[in-house]
């Protein structure tokens, strides 16, 4: 009984932010959650263009032990002014699969825009019991439709850059606790928001795992090996999107405790298991931050994953979870950190990390995500374990986005290139596209180094009628000599309430610095902000020859 007492505290620790696995139980402790069914979940993008067809997911997971018989999906859409449904006959189809995957599309009316549910009714039979399920199958949820905005606008952007999820989870996570949707299905859904790619990093502790059993230990990680031969498959077939290959690494910091490491572009796994739960009294780190620095190659693109969010208690305590500290941050040979990833404490103490790096003359750049574990419209997690279920629209998919700016076009190549060199903004709304030109009319934006005295700047800013007003443009230089960061300039006026050109000549610009914008909208006080990397000025940002930039070359060609 004390092991099973031990095995259930670890279990609370672990939960996370994906679809919830609710099969999963100790010997002795009742499951309130738990059923004879398969997971049954739809689910939809939180946004999406007017005028562009919609995708619904339906996922069934565990039909392999609980199989179905698939009979009908009606999808009743609500907007602002009409309600539309839509039938779908699936002829008693019988679903036998340990994850059973189907994309539904629906063409609403072309006027459709603003915030709309959609009510999604899946009618299924079990042992001849016929279901009618509302959206999901959990107990405790409210099977509440889900939420969608439509929006007659695009993403704010300019010319040549593209936005995705930096941080996401897919099928390959599969455990205990938790379970993400199929690569194919998340790029699909993700197409639909108008984004144009995403970093598939799913754990360590996962990616290691045997084919059918989530507690046991593969040698030959035949899953790491799968989901890099899908990945190159799909990016083969696919122009206009693209998946980053990758993995969160579970690491050891400088006190001994198990902190998340992002690496892409690096095709030999990096193990790593110390707050997996796989093994019970086992949380000692695999490999430390720096041994795994030390064993990747020049190419890697690397990113500290939220390196500011604390972990819960439990977590902390069983786990034994920590947060990246100044020292874990020290290697010249951590590109980034991913600051943004839903939790305001942690952003802005991931920005003071940030800038307190950039003032001491590092190259550092910032990405932004959502730790998105499937959760596209609807957060769904377990809350008491084994008792409760809890719903949030925290951690969606695509919610906070990470823009790179790619001259060339759309390519694995290019987005890895940009990623690692930081020609990149992080946002959850608005934009802005920060370029410095000097002299000679050379023109560089976020990531790169300027030489010049006399500098003008240009700060195109856009924003629609989704994220709201124009609101503030600050922009920031950091004085490398006396290494303080000031705001040299805030603007609150603007051109037109969703566009703004801000023009600017910087005279006699001789001290090593960099350049670096906030912007803010507004909606109906709810505030959306977008940041950008820095321009170094008169200084070569540390660890880099720029002019051995384009040396990068893809390990998933």
């Known amino acids: 009984m004390i092991d099973s007492n031990f095995h259930f505290v670890v279990f609370a620790a672990m939960l996370f932010f994906l679809y919830a696995e609710i099969h999963y139980s100790f010997k002795g402790i009742h499951s309130r959650l738990k059923k004879k069914e398969p997971e049954i979940i739809a689910d939809t993008p939180h946004r999406i263009d007017r005028a562009k067809p919609i995708p619904v997911l339906l996922l069934i997971k565990d039909a392999d032990k609980y199989p179905i018989k698939l009979h009908s999906v009606r999808i009743e859409m609500s907007g602002p002014e009409q309600t539309s449904q839509f039938e779908f006959n699936f002829n008693s189809l019988a679903i036998t699969d340990g994850m059973w995957h189907k994309i539904l599309q629906i063409h609403p009316a072309p006027d459709v825009q603003g915030q709309c549910t959609l009510d999604v009714k899946i009618c299924c039979s079990r042992n001849g019991k016929e279901h009618l399920i509302e959206n999901d199958n959990y107990t405790g949820t ?39 949707a199929p690569l194919d299905a998340t790029a699909m859904l993700a197409k639909s928001m108008g984004l144009s790619f995403y970093c598939a990093t799913d754990h360590s502790y996962d990616l290691d795992d045997h084919l059918n059993d989530f507690l046991k230990r593969d040698p030959h990680f035949p899953k ?65 931050i720096n041994q795994i620095l030390d064993r990747l190659g020049k190419e890697a693109v690397t990113y500290a994953a939220h390196p500011c969010d604390s972990p819960p208690f439990l977590q902390w305590l069983l786990i034994h979870r920590g947060k990246w500290s100044r020292q874990d941050v020290s290697r010249p040979e951590l590109d980034g950190l991913q600051i943004w990833n839903g939790t305001e404490k942690g952003l ?36 008491l374990p084994f ?20 001259k060339n076009g759309l390519s694995l190549h290019a987005l890895l290139d940009a990623i690692k060199h930081g020609r990149a903004v992080i946002t959850d709304g608005p934009f802005v596209d920060l370029c410095l030109t ?120």
């Open 142 to 180: 409210s099977h509440a439709p889900l939420e969608m905005y439509v929006s007659d606008h695009e993403l704010p952007n300019t010319e040549n850059w593209y936005f995705g999820e930096f941080h996401c989870h897919t099928s390959y996570t599969n455990d205990q606790v938790e379970f993400g």
């Open 348 to 383: 802005e103490e991931g920005k003071k990390l940030w800038v307190h790096l950039l003032l001491q003359g590092r190259r550092m750049f910032i990405s932004g995500g959502n730790d998105a574990h499937g959760n596209f419209s609807r957060f769904r997690q377990i809350g």
């Open 438 to 557: 000097n002299e000679n009319s050379r023109k560089t934006r976020a990531g790169e180094a300027i030489f010049g005295r006399t500098l003008q700047l240009n700060a195109e800013c856009r924003s629609s009628p989704e994220f709201g007003k124009l609101k503030q443009l600050a922009i920031y230089c950091g004085d490398l000599v006396r290494r303080q960061e000031y705001c040299f300039d805030s603007i609150t006026q603007f051109a037109s309430e969703f566009s703004h050109m801000e023009e600017k000549e910087l005279k006699q610009v001789s001290k090593p610095s960099y350049i670096r914008a906030e912007l803010i909208s507004e909606n109906h006080g709810q505030i959306h902000r977008c940041f950008t990397n820095p321009i170094w000025v008169n200084k070569n940002p540390k660890g880099e020859h720029l002019a051995n930039r384009n040396l990068l070359q893809s390990k998933f060609l």
């Open 387 to 406: 008792f409760t279920m809890r719903e949030n629209h925290t951690h969606l998919f695509g919610k906070v986005r990470t823009g790179v700016y790619l």
């Open 224 to 288: 790491w090996s799968s989901l890099l031969s899908e990945v190159q498959n799909f990016n083969q077939g696919n122009g206009d999107f693209v998946i980053v290959p990758g993995e969160e690494v579970s690491a050891g910091n400088s006190k001994g405790r198990n902190v998340h490491l992002l690496i892409l572009n690096h095709s030999q796994f990096v193990p790593g298991d110390g707050d997996g739960a796989e093994k019970w009294f086992r949380t000692k780190p695999t490999l430390t």
